[in-house]
């Protein structure tokens, strides 16, 4: 058998490959890729399975899931391509061995084009005139001959070859397609590329002298190896609106020698000349373009994956944001024209009664709000208020302030919510089906309500790009956007648990191994059949079996159920253990939930056997001394000056406090109560040089903040978060400040997501909405401007 005709083998593991890349143990990653074969969801691989792998995290087994893939893609191609070669006669043991030795897609590719069915080329239109004989001698570099006497033997008007130099074109065509389909030659050229190269941009004819968003990129250039990602996205987005133009560009010098040498040029012999003209005509005519799209679509993957961690991070602070708790809340949802809708929400977020007042049409109607919110208030005594902090929210929170105060309520926080996405969740399906006789602004009340309550519970139901977190999330790649925040979400979700009886059908959706139509079904059976009385019951629903049960149970809390354990997060499966414990201590199992000093009189080196290792036990024995302890921070209500509520009332130097709400590569976005958001650039964070902004503040940080400037005609706030001198222009430690980038320099415009109610610049789509006429004038307006404190 020769080597052409030798079977391709299909086994393939991809386990040792990744242990060796992630720097893993091999029994680890391959406990892993076997329980997600068997359709373990990673939550519950990361939390009830560390004995078997070794206590990986969450982010590692999602990483070895994405590498297998990956890898198990690569192979099913590879094989398909020995495949191909093969049944061409062409497989050669050295082709062979590079083929299977081949570590990307890219270099997988690149072996395969040569033998890659394609179109007519000038090539294959030379070889078709007989001139592949010519080009072999030019490709041999023979010592003998010369170019012009060997060229006219080919010269043939029939074959469409008329003179030597036609002759002579079509074998250097031939030779050209040989150099530029070489695997080496193209790797060197893509690495020299992504290394040394250049992303030039330029404005397009059509808006040469034209004044647009993206002037900062006029005239630019930058290193592909080191462009940030919020850059490149801003210039990508630039071309999509035809203002700007951007190329790749390269010296020929820096690679072009490098590429004759690996061709074999040996100058001075005859064929030398033709030999250099074919490698220089394969670099620019069919190398070139070829690189500068590969680079670009790496350098598009390299910069949505950057983007798509930012949202992600920011997307898993908010959602891990302190939650008021259980308890009954007023919500707001400010409005002028159409008045402020009120929604009362009970501990669970059912809703009790709603109402609309209205505070700018007069001195009439607003002393009709006071009497409404009284007899809210005083009928259902909440323990907070919850105003929305879009457009007049600021007025609203001052107005409810002071009537908490005057009926005896001081100790009733009124609190700001953001709004991002609330018009979303308003008009979706779900909302519609909690609340189907209900208007859609009396549903943003509720949502702000139960935000407050639980952020997490809540901003499950909207489609996190609607959120207001990300940064160019329209002009990333959507699937790759899709499946990370997903992730998030799954993983927030099931690292706080959720409450079995009072859960919604979306919420219930993100436990691990539930899903949406399930998810439905526990709802139903909910409503039809009362509260689950313990996690057994779960069983009882229609779909959810064994295998269900055991990725979903642990992730589920019973509180107030027959059995304890029900409201931690110690997996049913451990249950008979945890008896074992409290019958050695000789206490029932809820004497022993809670109680540290039982606890610490167990001996876990006791229980170690079978599957159950020290993770395990380390895992219970936590869970046993604070069952179902939430993971996230206490709840502390933001404070605002309630002198600053436009951004008109801003001032260079003044000091205010601000919540960050969205992090990107280059800074921090920061609401201090003025209806839109202002930028602390990276520079500005800290006094400390740091490079990425996470390294310093998360979403729903607090942050101490001056202002810079305000531009009031482009709704912009530049702060600074430095401890610097007031009215100090220098930098930290004496040193020259770092220029703060341009608006949309990088960044783009600010809001990015679909058109939503949140429309004050918080990243939700198109221009922050200006403020409504007649604003300056009304006489609630005039009421709060004349009782600043």
């Known amino acids: 058998m020769t080597a052409s005709e030798a079977p391709v083998e299909n086994a393939f593991d991809p386990v040792p490959a990744i242990a060796e890349e992630l720097k893993l143990a091999p029994a680890a990653v391959r406990a892993v890729v076997k329980l997600l074969e068997e359709g373990a969801t990673v939550p519950f691989i990361a939390r009830y399975r560390k004995e078997a792998t070794g206590g990986l995290d969450e982010v590692q087994i999602r990483t070895i899931e994405e590498r297998r893939t990956y890898l198990l893609e690569l192979h ?33 590719e690149d072996l395969y084009l040569p033998y890659k069915p394609k179109r007519r080329t000038r090539a294959t239109i030379a070889k078709e005139r007989g001139l592949e004989p010519l080009a072999n001698l030019i490709w041999s570099q023979a010592r003998e001959g010369h170019p012009l006497v060997n060229a006219a033997t080919y010269v043939d008007a029939a074959k469409e070859v008329p003179d030597v130099q036609a002759a002579l074109a079509g074998a250097r065509d031939i030779c050209a397609e040989r150099v530029a389909e070489q695997a080496e030659v193209r790797k060197l050229v893509r690495e020299t590329f992504a290394q040394h190269a250049s992303l030039s941009v330029g404005k397009t004819k059509d808006y040469a002298d034209k004044t647009t968003k993206f002037d900062a990129y006029a ?10 990602s919020h850059r490149f996205l801003a210039i990508r987005r630039g071309e999509n609106e035809g203002v700007l133009r951007a190329s790749i560009e390269l010296a020929a010098e820096v690679v072009l020698p ?5 061709v074999g040029i040996v100058q001075g012999t005859p064929f030398a000349g033709e030999l250099t003209q074919a490698t220089q005509d394969a670099y620019k005519r069919l190398i070139v373009p070829s690189t500068q799209v590969d680079v670009r679509v790496e350098l598009k993957l390299r910069s949505d994956r950057a983007a798509v961690d930012v949202f992600a991070q920011n997307l898993r602070e908010l959602l891990l944001g302190a939650p008021f708790g259980p308890r009954t809340v007023l919500a707001i ?32 109607a607003t002393e009709r709000g006071k009497k409404v919110l009284r007899e809210l208030l005083g009928k259902h005594r909440p323990s907070a208020v919850a105003v929305g902090n879009g457009t007049h929210g600021r007025e609203t929170e001052l107005f409810v302030r002071e009537l908490l105060v005057a009926e005896g309520l001081k100790e009733v926080p009124c609190v700001p919510v953001s709004e991002a996405g609330a018009s979303v969740y308003s008009a979706s399906d779900v909302a519609r089906e909690e609340f189907p006789d209900l208007d859609l602004t009396v549903r943003g009340a509720i949502s702000i309500a139960r935000r407050l309550q639980d952020p997490l519970a809540e901003l499950v139901k909207i489609d996190p790009k609607s959120i207001g977190v990300g940064q160019y999330q329209h002009d990333v790649l959507q699937t790759l956007l899709a499946r990370k925040l997903d992730e998030v979400v799954e993983s927030c979700v099931n690292r706080v648990g959720v409450e079995l009886n009072t859960a919604s059908a979306p919420l219930l959706a993100r436990v691990a191994g539930i899903g949406a139509s399930l998810a439905k079904k526990i709802v139903e059976f909910r409503h039809a059949r009362g509260a689950f009385k313990d996690r057994r019951a779960l069983l009882e629903v229609p779909g959810v079996g064994p295998r269900t049960f055991e990725q979903a149970a642990g992730f589920l809390r019973i509180h107030g159920g027959d059995n304890p354990l029900d409201a931690s997060a110690v997996h049913p499966e451990r249950y008979p253990l945890v008896e074992r414990m409290a019958t050695d201590l000789g206490v029932p199992v809820g004497t022993l939930v809670g109680k540290g000093d039982l606890i610490d009189k167990i001996d876990p080196k006791r229980y170690q056997e079978g599957d159950v290792g020290s993770f395990t036990l ?8 604070k069952p179902g302890r939430d993971p996230r921070a206490t709840f502390e209500p933001p404070k605002f000056r309630d002198d600053v509520r436009t951004m008109e009332d801003l001032k260079p130097d003044m000091e205010l406090e601000g919540v960050v709400t969205n992090v990107t590569a280059f800074g921090a976005f920061v609401d201090i109560g003025v209806h839109q958001d202002g930028l602390v650039h990276v520079s500005k964070l800290t006094d400390r040089y740091v490079k990425d902004p996470n390294e310093v503040v998360k979403v729903g940080d607090k942050l101490k903040v001056r202002v810079l400037e305000v531009d009031l005609v482009r ?3 530049s702060l600074t978060a430095r401890k610097e001198a007031s009215g100090n222009a220098g930098g930290a430690h004496g040193k020259p400040p770092q220029p703060q980038q341009p608006r949309n320099q990088g960044q783009g415009p600010r809001n990015q997501g679909p058109q939503g109610k949140n429309d004050r610049g918080r ?24 009782n600043k404190p």
């Open 258 to 262: 490098k590429i004759e040498r690996m």
């Open 333 to 364: 949802d400010p409005g002028q024209r159409t008045g402020c809708k009120c929604a009362m929400v009970d501990s669970t977020g059912k809703l009790l009664a709603h109402e609309t007042i209205y505070l700018v049409q007069g001195a009439e």
């Open 76 to 108: 099913e191609r590879r094989t398909a391509i020995l495949s191909e070669i093969s049944s061409q006669g062409k497989l050669t043991p050295e082709l062979k061995k590079k083929i299977e030795a081949a570590a990307t897609k890219a270099e997988l």
């Open 763 to 786: 990243g939700q789509g198109g221009a922050p909405r200006p403020q409504e006429k007649g604003f300056t004038n009304n006489p609630f307006e005039k009421l709060l401007r004349n």
């Open 618 to 625: 380390q895992d219970i024995l936590s869970e046993l001394r």
């Open 715 to 717: 709704k912009r706030i």
């Open 219 to 228: 005239k630019f250039e930058e290193p592909v190896s080191s462009i940030p």
